[in-house]
């Protein structure tokens, strides 16, 4: 029996079940996939079992699914009949949009779930990973899931209502602040900046502003103005980005990934 399964070792599944061979150690884990030579090869580089995912369901104690929404249904119904056939286990998934009574309704019972939503800065242990227990997950299995998936960063528990709402901002967030970094550094070109330098400058100022704030504790807005002298250089910035509408372009990039993680719940 191993300790954890996991069905999927893409880049977020791979990146949590770095995670937890880091916490609990690659002989109670064991990985599958769709590419079986993706599996195999992270199975090799990590020393953990390559098993199939009726295997997983059948041997492992904890089993996450990290395939994509529009395949679940399709995993479900393979290891389904297995997994009505045990106790003592839990159900980890991370599919986008998927609820847990959608799940169980594809499994075909009631299984006990724990649904996660990761991002992809828990690579560098720096993630914010939001979680809710499905009723019938025992508290020993939550606590030993959490445990060991704490190494990537901040867990927040959410209620499942609004994980939706938390995905578009934790989960797609990364992609927006990127695109904010490289936005930035193309600006600093334009102005002057050789192309390493300008992006070294972004990346680092972004690091360091988000560390402050999460640090700080203090409030983001009060953090700006503390930068904003007045008649300075910063406030004319930040009065250009205003007039530019920025935070109205910034609440329609969530509201669109929103909506979009809403319709892949509902199998569109």
């Known amino acids: 029996m191993f300790e954890f399964g996991f069905i ?3 880049h977020m599944g791979a990146t949590l079940a770095n995670a937890v061979i880091g916490a609990v150690g690659s002989g109670k884990c064991a990985v599958c996939d769709a590419d079986d030579g993706r599996a195999k090869l ?3 580089a990590k020393g953990c079992d390559v098993l199939s995912a009726r295997e997983i369901a059948e041997r492992c104690r904890t089993i996450l699914l990290g395939v994509k929404p529009q395949n679940m249904a399709e995993l479900a119904a393979d290891i389904g009949p297995v997994l009505k056939e045990r106790d003592g286990y839990a159900l980890v998934t991370m599919a986008a949009g998927i ?13 006990p779930v724990l649904r ?15 979680y809710t227990a499905g009723d019938g997950l025992r508290a020993e299995d939550r606590d030993a899931i959490l445990a060991a998936l704490r190494p990537t960063g901040e867990l927040v528990e959410t209620p499942e209502a609004l994980m939706d709402a938390g995905c578009a901002i934790s989960g797609c ?9 490289l936005a930035l550094a193309g600006a600093g ?3 002057g900046l050789e192309g390493d330098t300008a992006l070294k ?3 680092q100022t972004v690091l360091g502003a988000a560390k402050l704030a999460v640090e700080s504790g203090e409030d983001p807005q009060i953090l700006c103005d503390q930068v904003c002298s007045p008649g300075g250089s910063t406030i004319e910035g930040v009065r250009s980005l205003e007039a530019g509408a920025f935070e ?3 609440k329609r990039a969530v509201q669109a990934s929103f909506d979009r993680t809403v319709a892949l719940g509902k199998g569109k």
């Open 201 to 203: 400058l972004a990346r």
């Open 173 to 181: 967030g990364p992609a927006f602040v990127y695109k904010f970094i």
């Open 99 to 111: 609820t847990i009574a959608t799940l169980r309704a594809m499994l075909g019972f009631a299984a």
């Open 248 to 250: 109205t372009e910034v």
């Open 42 to 44: 992270y199975a090799a």
């Open 189 to 191: 070109e334009n102005v």
């Open 116 to 130: 996660i939503m990761p991002n992809t800065p828990a690579a560098v242990g720096a993630g914010c990973m939001l």
């Open 8 to 10: 999927g070792v893409g």
